[in-house]
């Protein structure tokens, strides 16, 4: 597997990254809301030198915005340097991956997270699963116009990634019925330009900002509450996918 790790920042240093940030849009949380006050979340990243560059950009744009809305700011390290590396909880991978079932017509994966590796958390999320996406929404003649094929692959990834880290941030692998955590996304909607969908739910949300509204709140507190979207639900809801694995459905 061939792989290199990169330091992403996201500020427009060339035309390409000034077009994709100004496309996807930054959103800040606003100057009184309980989540003003930012908590960083440093991850390691690697990143397969098998991705498209716009597509790299763009992935960790936009696990940067989804993440920023919610008052966590990403900060991507590179792995192997101790002055990045030492304090980070979650690494993420994002690699070809193939899928032994990649001709299936039913839901296939796109990322996991594997709570518990050592020396920290890992997400994967996969490229080739991801260019499954974006190939569904072609067929759909979902992309007939817009943007191009690399940078919706870096939708698709960026939004697989803030899933996972989703996971990681909350200590659950229960999933929502709507918005990012959903267990399971229709290739057309993963590939949508703006991704108002991909929000983190109410529920997450408010649990989520109480706790960074305190001063003292950290990553790791955060995660020391561990929530659920299965307390105080029963019959088939709370017997839904408990697994910390995103999925991908054919365009329909």
């Known amino acids: 597997m061939s792989a290199t790790s990169v330091r992403f ?149 960026g939004r697989a990634v803030a899933h996972e880290i989703g996971h990681f941030l909350l200590a659950t692998a229960t999933h929502a019925q709507s918005g990012l955590m959903r267990a399971s996304v229709d290739a057309r909607e993963f590939t949508t330009v703006g991704g108002e969908t991909f929000r983190l739910d109410r529920e997450a949300s408010q649990w989520l900002r109480q706790r960074l509204s305190a001063s003292s709140a950290t990553v790791t507190t955060l995660r020391a509450g561990g929530f659920s979207y299965t307390r105080g639900v029963s019959g088939e809801e709370a017997a839904g996918p408990r697994e910390a694995l995103l999925q991908a459905d054919p365009a329909r």
């Open 9 to 157: 920042r996201t500020a427009a240093t060339t035309t390409a990254v000034a077009v994709v940030l100004l496309t996807i849009g930054l959103e800040r949380p606003t100057a009184g809301s309980p989540s003003a006050r930012a908590v960083p979340l440093n991850v390691l990243l690697t990143v397969s030198t098998n991705l498209p560059s716009v597509a790299r950009t763009v992935l960790a744009a936009e696990a940067e915005r989804i993440w920023r809305s919610e008052g966590v700011d990403i900060e991507w390290s590179v792995p192997g340097l101790a002055s990045d590396s030492s304090d980070a909880p979650l690494r993420v991978m994002v690699v070809s991956r193939p899928n032994p079932n990649v001709r299936s017509t039913t839901r296939w994966p796109v990322a996991e997270l594997i709570p518990e590796a050592s020396p920290r958390a890992l997400a994967i999320a996969s490229i080739t699963g991801a260019e499954r996406v974006v190939a569904e929404a072609a067929r759909s003649a979902a992309l007939a116009s817009g943007a191009p094929a690399d940078y919706r692959l870096g939708l698709v990834l």
